[in-house]
């Protein structure tokens, strides 16, 4: 049976998540007005996480992180940007100082070898 790879090493302090949390994205637009925007988590873990803008941000912005869950705030570094469709953008950031457990769940610790996803049948031959 074939094994699917996705990365030869997993670079992240812990691993990623796919989770769509209800967040409040809060901060300073380039044009210097203040926004809250309502959003999603697309993926997270335990240093930071993956959410869709519909505003554009800069690399190194901070921004308040909200958890509209738990009513959790977090203050967080944008760490990458790249652009999404309809001209939203796609914002993964880390936690400035990671709170004690921002996302309500538990991560494997630092270095544990995650599952593999095997391929169908069908598809390894």
Same mark, same amino acid.
């Given at each position: 049976?074939?094994?699917?790879?996705?990365?030869?090493?997993?670079?992240?302090?812990?691993?990623?998540?796919?989770?769509?949390?209800?967040?409040?994205?809060?901060?300073?637009?380039?044009?210097?007005? %203040?926004?809250?925007? $309502?959003?999603? #988590?697309?993926?997270?873990? +335990?240093? @930071?996480?993956?959410? /869709?803008?519909?505003?554009? !941000?800069?690399?190194?912005?901070?921004?308040?992180?909200?958890?509209?869950?738990?009513?959790? %705030?977090?203050?967080? $570094?944008?760490? #990458?940007?790249?652009?999404? +469709?309809? @001209?939203?953008?796609? /914002?993964?950031?880390?936690? !400035?100082?990671?709170?004690?457990?921002?996302?309500?769940?538990?991560?494997?610790?630092?270095?544990?070898?995650?599952? $593999?996803?095997?391929?169908?049948?069908?598809?390894?031959?």
């Amino acid at each position: 049976m074939s094994t699917l790879h996705f990365r030869r090493i997993e670079r992240r302090r812990t691993a990623r998540v796919t989770v769509f949390a209800d967040l409040t994205v809060q901060g300073i637009s380039e044009q210097n007005q %203040k926004f809250k925007i $309502r959003t999603r #988590s697309l993926s997270v873990s +335990g240093h @930071g996480g993956l959410t /869709v803008l519909d505003l554009p !941000v800069s690399v190194g912005q901070t921004i308040l992180l909200v958890n509209d869950n738990s009513r959790e %705030k977090a203050e967080c $570094r944008v760490v #990458s940007i790249r652009p999404g +469709g309809n @001209g939203k953008t796609i /914002v993964a950031f880390e936690f !400035v100082t990671p709170p004690a457990n921002f996302w309500k769940m538990s991560f494997p610790p630092a270095g544990a070898k995650l599952p $593999r996803r095997s391929l169908p049948a069908a598809a390894s031959a």
